[in-house]
Every structure is written in C-alpha cells, then in structure tokens.
C-alpha cells in the first residue's frame, strides 16, 4: 500500500521560510494535501495540488510536487509564532476511498 | 468553515465504562471517518462509512464500533473502556467524489483510568 513519510521536527525563526517535506511512495497519487494542527484541535485543510500541478502558491503558502521524485513540499514564507503547530501531508488516488498521512512534522518557531 | 462537531472535548472515564463519542456534520457529506491519533503524532483510520447503514473497519484494528443510521451522525461506541484506549480521536468527513478534502472535528481527549 501507500507509504508517505515526513520529517519529525523543524526549527525556524521567525520570519524566516519554512520547507516541509513529504515523500510517497505509489506514483498513482492524484490528489495531494497539506494539513495543519494546533495543539488540542483537528486538522485544518491548508491547501492542495493536483498531480498534473507542478507548484500552487496560496498567499504565504506555496506547494511544490515533483512527480518524478514523489516529492511534496510545503513552503511558508515569513514564518509566524502561529505557524507553531503539526503538518500532515496527505494522498489519495483519483478512484481512492481512503487518504494516507504521513506521520505529521512538528514545527517551532522561535521569535 | 468546516461543520463538523465532535462531543465531548474531553472525557475521563473508568476501566469497564461504556463511552459513546458523538460526531455530527452538517455539510451532507456521504463519507465518515473514525482516527485514533497517538500522542507521537501519527493518524491511525480506525473506522469509515459510505453511507446510511454502511461501515467498514479501518486500517488499525480497534475494539471500537460504529454506527450510521443518519448521514449527519457517526457515533463511536467503546462497550468496555480500557487505559489502552486513552487516546485522541478525530471524526472526519467528506464528499462522495473521489479525491476529496477530509473535513475535521475539534477530537475528543478520552483518558480512561
């Protein structure tokens, strides 16, 4: 079955650009997502790409997918204190019925 | 904005209770989803639903049932609480087409001492 991984733990300043990153494993994956979790809540949907998508920027956020390598990141820019919290990365095929996490990156952000 | 409500927030309850988690949504969704989430971090699907009257075990197995006798409601029912199953969990939903977002509720914290 599918396996996605992330890293566990990024550090970064405030203002700085965060990367997190996510790897898959079945080339199938259709569907792409990025979800964010504050401490003692669900996820949030924080955005998407498709896999005929090679980047989608959001305001802050911009999303890279590079097919080739099953390789999913996610960039913020001008990182806050309220980005503090853990990232999910999530794929599904078209025909999919269930999404597959990956095990989630916690990120800090120092002032 | 997602409406999708899960009660209670937080329950400690005693080995042996009967504990029913409650999720309700008011998006129409079709699909239903149960996660168990460790305090590590990773998200384990647990239960899932169609539909009305249709359920499915998940990927991790769980001691756990379900129910779907209304699309808006997914209750999840422990007949027999054990701090093995002191944990967070999370209710999802989702349109029926395939591909789309999973929306979720605020999870229940159970502790079960």
């Known amino acids: 079955g599918e396996d996605v991984e992330q890293s566990l733990f990024l550090s970064v300043r405030e203002g700085d650009s965060s990367v997190i990153n996510c790897t898959y494993t079945?080339?199938?994956?259709?569907?792409l997502y990025w979800y964010k979790q504050e401490p003692g809540a669900g996820l949030q949907l924080l955005t998407y790409?498709?896999?005929?998508?090679d980047m989608k920027q959001d305001q802050r956020l911009t999303v890279l997918l590079n097919k080739k390598d099953k390789h999913l990141s996610l960039r913020i820019a001008d990182t806050q204190t309220g980005d503090s919290a853990i990232y999910f990365c999530?794929?599904?095929?078209?025909?999919?019925?269930?999404?597959?996490f990956g095990g989630g990156t916690r990120v800090l952000v120092k002032p | 904005e997602a409406d999708i409500y899960q009660t209670p927030r937080y329950l400690v309850i005693g080995t042996g209770k009967k504990i029913t988690l409650e999720c309700s949504q008011t998006?129409?969704?079709?699909?239903m989803y149960w996660y168990q989430q460790d305090p590590g971090m990773e998200l384990h699907l647990i239960h899932y639903?169609?539909?009305?009257?249709?359920?499915e075990k998940g990927d991790l197995s769980s001691e756990s049932t379900v129910s779907r006798i209304r699309t808006e409601h997914f209750p999840l029912t422990l007949e027999s609480a054990r701090p093995s199953h002191t944990s967070q969990y999370l209710c999802?939903?989702?349109?029926?087409?395939?591909?789309?977002?999973?929306?979720f509720g605020n999870g229940t914290r159970l502790t079960v001492t």
């Open positions: 999802a939903s989702s349109q029926t087409q395939g591909g789309s977002p999973l929306h």
């Open positions: 079945d080339s199938s994956s259709t569907y």
């Open positions: 790409i498709f896999s005929n998508m």
């Open positions: 999530a794929v599904i095929k078209a025909a999919g019925n269930k999404l597959t």
């Open positions: 998006m129409g969704h079709d699909k």
């Open positions: 639903s169609y539909g009305v009257n249709s359920t």
